[in-house]
């Protein structure tokens, strides 16, 4: 039994590391000391973290709020900065949104908003959606919407307006707006008058009530395996097994996004997240990635390479061999040429491109890599390398 001097020593106890978690959420707030701006913050794992803002101009720095400021020419969210956005017309919203003469900013991210007047907000948290009369939006990406005034939010996952159904920002086929309820406990899961609904594919069951969602698009009831809603007509459900995010199993075969993976082999093959492989062959999402020499073939969950290619989620990085570049983190690196993940960096002198170390033991930097010219941040230009090096 807890007596009343416990509870008295419990609970201040609680209510420090209660404090303690909601500050390891990150407030901060920008300090200007002499000609350096920063932004700090406090974090549970690392404690105090300090961000310069190199291309701050100290005299013309005013914050915002204490999660967005401008100087006179650039606006920061925190300490990204938000390239493009107007300093003279920045305004704060409800956090982590922001917006300007000209459009709206997710964080760090423009939304290119359509149409400014009737752009309206619906949710922020935990999954931010808005619309305008020509589009809705998410936080990095818009979609088309069949009528402005009757879209709104349906659940965690979908929203609806009066024509049509969507999950993120794809139409469900066939759903009814009027009746359609999504899962409580499964966000991809959705149900109307007509059926079950996995993702944006109606489920080809005549069993519902048993329908049960198993991850990355499966389900089964008590006959079948599905794939996004397709019944998998060539996977015995008695022996199905889930291996890893799109990977499966009978008796028979190795599975592939709800289809037998032709060629391969059931006794070596081997799983890495979405990539794969076996003695013969390896894989990233389903796809077989070419010209691939198995002896000296290295996987390592998004990345793979042999001796000649490079690959990141199954793109292959054309003209860099691995023996020649420098692969840190996401970032691949030739005399000629930088990638950060698949994506080819444009503008960037390969040539005095330098990776920095583990970006949160340099608590002072808000950048992973640099050339002559820039400091990057995740493939992104974050500040010039000459407000770096004053």
């Known amino acids: ?30 300090k200007v000391e002499g000609d350096t701006v920063s932004y700090d913050y406090w974090t549970f794992s690392f404690g105090p973290q300090k961000y310069v803002l190199y291309d701050a101009d100290a005299s013309s720095f005013k914050t915002v709020k204490d999660w967005l400021a401008k100087d006179s020419q650039h606006v920061w ?76 939010r349906l659940g965690y996952r979908h929203a609806k307006d009066k024509q049509f159904v969507y999950y993120n920002t794809e139409v469900v086929e ?4 009027k009746t359609f309820k999504e899962d409580d406990l499964e966000y991809s899961i959705g149900r109307d008058k007509n059926g079950i609904y996995e993702g944006t594919h109606r489920v080809e069951t005549s069993n519902p009530d048993t329908y049960q969602h198993i991850g990355y698009g499966y389900g089964r009831d008590d006959e079948a395996i599905y794939y996004e809603g397709q019944r998998c007509t060539d996977i015995n459900a008695s022996t199905f097994e889930m291996l890893e995010a799109i990977w499966a199993r009978d008796k028979d075969h190795i599975i592939a996004k709800g289809k037998p993976l032709e060629g391969a082999d059931t006794t070596s093959f081997t799983t890495v997240w979405y990539s794969a492989y076996d003695d013969d062959q390896a894989w990233y999402d389903g796809e077989e990635l070419p010209g691939i020499d198995m002896a000296t073939f290295t996987c390592e969950s998004s990345w793979a390479y042999d001796s000649l290619h490079v690959f990141y989620q199954g793109h292959l990085l054309e003209g860099a061999i691995p023996s020649e570049a420098k692969m840190v983190r996401d970032y691949v690196v030739t005399k000629d040429a930088v990638w950060y993940c698949a994506k080819l960096l444009e503008g960037v ?42």
């Open 349 to 390: 002198d390969a040539g005095s491109f330098e990776i920095v170390e583990e970006p949160h033991q340099r608590q002072t930097e808000v950048f992973d890599a640099w050339d002559k010219s820039w400091c990057y941040l995740q493939g992104k230009k974050v500040c010039r390398r000459e407000n770096v090096d004053r």
């Open 174 to 177: 066939g759903a009814d707006p």
């Open 1 to 30: 039994m807890m007596t009343s001097m416990t509870r008295r020593i419990i609970i201040p106890f609680l209510s420090i590391v209660v404090s303690l978690m909601l500050l390891s959420c990150g407030d901060g707030g920008y």
């Open 77 to 152: 969210y925190k300490q990204e900065w938000i390239e493009g956005a107007d300093p003279a017309s920045i305004k704060a919203d409800k956090e982590p949104l922001s917006h300007d003469a000209k459009d709206y900013y997710y964080k760090s991210t423009p939304l290119h908003v359509s149409d400014m007047k009737s752009f309206k907000i619906i949710n922020i948290e935990p999954h931010f959606l808005a619309k305008d009369k020509d589009y809705a939006y998410t936080e990095d990406e818009r979609f088309k919407i069949a009528d402005y005034k009757s879209f709104d």
